[in-house]
């Protein structure tokens, strides 16, 4: 019956544009609002909101960091839409937690509107200058580039996205004007922020930065130390940026002095790039059709590729689906052996398949959508299922090959692809917004490594998007789908999701950072929410555990002693450290208030009020 069902979504999204229909209401009313925390003093609310008069409507927002889920609150609270209130939290965002996201990277945003049933993703994802060769990243002699060496360098930007997709997004969905969203961080780069406990830690740990003259001058003070926790840090450059964008619009970010400034700072870094001012104008966001599939009661909607963080996913929550694991019992050892089990089998096809990918088209015929259709075809899934032995961990686990049970694609060549074997280190973030109207935004947008390229212009930290690629364009002699090509947006892990209960009804909206991780951060939350019925900060804070590549990581000091025998005696190899996740999320209750959540193991904090009369 699932089954059927994750065919059916899956194959009804690829022939529209327009998303998934349904007939969703929203019910977002509330009392008296909340009070919102100052930015100093906020913290996570652990309970839900308040129902309150129905003609007041209820706006939520959910951030990683207090002064950005303020910027957000500020623009609901004037009758904002969802997406208004993104654009207010992603530019504050970029100003208070740099090493995350920002202008000068890219992101990918979910929107639900209730009113018409259409669920839209909008795709900001950085691309590839135009001279982009696939030996980006080798040296002379053919071997990968040192990882790091490659990342703070001009050759890692990526043509940024953001702009472009939130201005893409506002012109659909905006209800203020464009030029009024940029007020909150304007007004705090001129007057400055409080340097939070985690950027300052970041700021430390990432000495490198300070290779960079502007960064080195305004991260860190004059003996080298970074910015003091607290420390209120002004950044005029960034409000100027701010402000041209504000009244010029999207173009004045990628034709002009500030393009400019982005192109000089990628071609006279020490390891120096080749973007051009063409590349810069020539930068479109995508609408795309999201990829849905059910899992138990629910439907589950998330982001096609270039992300992998959607299919596969849906596809980890497909493979366990026919196991009982509310019976298992919220993460036992049984219930993280079944979780690791299907990862590794989901995570094998992602590193083989999922790509901006067009390269199984050059090989065998297959479409970007035949890709999406046969890894979540019904069959194909429950042969991969069929896989897990629930006694035992397998090993060698390999890419499956959907040509056998893939209805749609029987024409299309699914061997003779090589496996991305990159590194992928964790960084990012995401935001969740539900506006007065019940409008609703789920976005994760990032710079990629911690203060992505480590090069800025313009006030902003550019990102490191195109270490996201394979750096090896050929794998044992066969092409890998994520090689760089001109042009080419690389594969992300980014995974925001817009889900939806038994009659179609919005459900929850969530999201993290956290690199390859990011699938696996996702799928331990939907699992604790769904089958172990927990509260939504319940789910969040359970610790995490993760099969990306290689080995199971346990999240440290999160599991017993005797969990970690009983999976070592199923077999598993454990690595235990710190897996700090990002999930910032809603819900809806029974009732139809707001339950709010907010990771711990960042600064996030989420907020409800209602729209002011
Ligand atoms: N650049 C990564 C991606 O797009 C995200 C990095 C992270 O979450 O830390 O998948």
Redesign the pocket.
């Known amino acids: 019956m699932r089954n059927s069902s994750i065919l059916l979504t899956a194959m009804a999204v690829f022939f529209t544009t327009a998303g998934c229909g349904r007939d969703a209401t929203s019910e977002s009313g509330g009392v008296a609002e909340e009070s919102a925390p100052a930015p100093d003093e906020a913290a996570s609310a652990s309970a839900s909101s308040n129902n309150g008069a129905a003609d007041e409507k209820r706006w939520f927002i959910s951030a990683a960091n207090p002064y950005a889920a303020e910027a957000g609150a500020e623009i609901l609270r004037q009758g904002g839409s969802a997406v208004d209130a993104a654009v207010a939290t992603a530019t504050v965002l970029g100003l208070v937690e740099p090493q995350?996201s920002g202008l000068g990277g890219?992101a990918f945003l979910l929107h639900y509107d209730p009113a018409t049933g259409a669920l839209e993703t909008y795709n900001g994802?950085e691309k590839a200058p135009i001279s982009a060769t696939p030996d980006r990243f080798l040296t002379e002699t053919g071997e990968p580039m040192n990882f790091y060496d490659a990342v703070a360098s001009g050759l890692s930007v990526g043509v940024p996205g953001a702009v472009r997709m939130y201005a893409l997004a506002h012109d659909d969905h905006g209800a203020l004007a464009w030029n009024k969203l940029f007020d909150p961080a304007i007004r705090l780069s001129d007057d400055g922020f409080k340097v939070s406990p985690r950027m300052n830690m970041l700021l430390d740990r990432f000495p490198r930065l300070r290779a960079t003259p502007e960064a080195a001058a305004y991260f860190y003070d004059e003996n080298g130390s970074p910015r003091e926790v607290g420390y209120l840090l002004k950044n005029p450059e960034y409000a100027q940026t701010l402000r041209v964008i504000a009244e010029h619009g999207p173009d004045a970010f990628y034709e002009g002095a500030i393009a400019e400034a982005i192109v000089d700072a990628v071609n006279s870094a020490s390891i120096s790039g080749d973007m051009t001012m063409q590349d810069m104008a020539d930068y479109t966001a995508l609408k795309q059709a999201p990829v849905c599939a059910g899992y138990r009661a629910y439907e589950i909607c998330s982001m096609a590729p270039p992300?992998?963080?959607g299919v596969t996913t849906l596809q980890i929550l497909a493979m366990l689906e026919p196991f009982d694991l509310a019976a298992a019992g919220a993460h036992t050892a049984p219930a993280l052996h079944l979780l690791f089990e299907a990862s590794k089998l989901a995570y094998a096809d992602r590193n083989q398949y999922l790509a901006d990918n067009l390269a199984l088209a050059d090989k065998g015929g297959l479409s970007p959508e035949e890709v999406i259709a046969g890894l979540l075809n019904p069959a194909y899934l429950e042969a991969r299922a069929a896989l897990i032995d629930a006694t035992s961990a397998a090993t060698d686990v390999t890419a499956g090959d959907p040509s056998a049970h893939a209805i749609e694609t029987g024409a299309g060549e699914w061997s003779g692809l090589g496996a991305d074997a990159s590194p992928?280190?964790?960084?990012?973030t995401h935001y969740t917004i539900v506006d007065g109207e019940g409008r609703v935004v789920s976005t994760?947008a990032?710079?990629?490594?911690a203060f992505g390229s480590h090069l800025m212009a313009a006030g902003m930290i550019l990102n490191n998007?195109l270490t996201?690629f394979s750096f090896l364009p050929v794998r044992d002699g066969k092409p890998v789908a994520n090689a760089v090509a001109p042009g080419k947006r690389?594969?992300?892990?980014?995974s925001p999701v817009i889900a939806f209960d038994d009659d179609g009804d919005f459900w929850a909206a969530l999201g993290?950072?956290?690199?390859?991780?990011?699938i696996g951060y996702v799928a331990k939350t939907l699992i604790a929410l769904i089958d172990w019925e927990m509260s939504l900060q319940d789910a969040i804070d359970l610790p995490n555990a993760v099969y990306p590549r290689g080995s199971a990581i346990l999240e440290e000091n999160g599991f017993n002693t005797q969990t970690r025998a009983d999976l070592m005696t199923l077999g598993h190899e454990i690595t235990e450290r710190a897996l700090t996740s990002g999930v910032h999320a809603v819900r809806v209750n029974p009732d139809g208030s707001y339950e709010g959540g907010a990771d711990p193991r960042r600064e996030g904090v989420w907020l409800t009020g209602v729209v002011d009369k």
């Open positions: 995350s890219g994802r992300s992998s963080g992928e280190p964790p960084s990012t994760t990032t710079v990629e490594f998007e996201d690389p594969r992300s892990s980014m993290s950072p956290g690199g390859p991780a990011i």
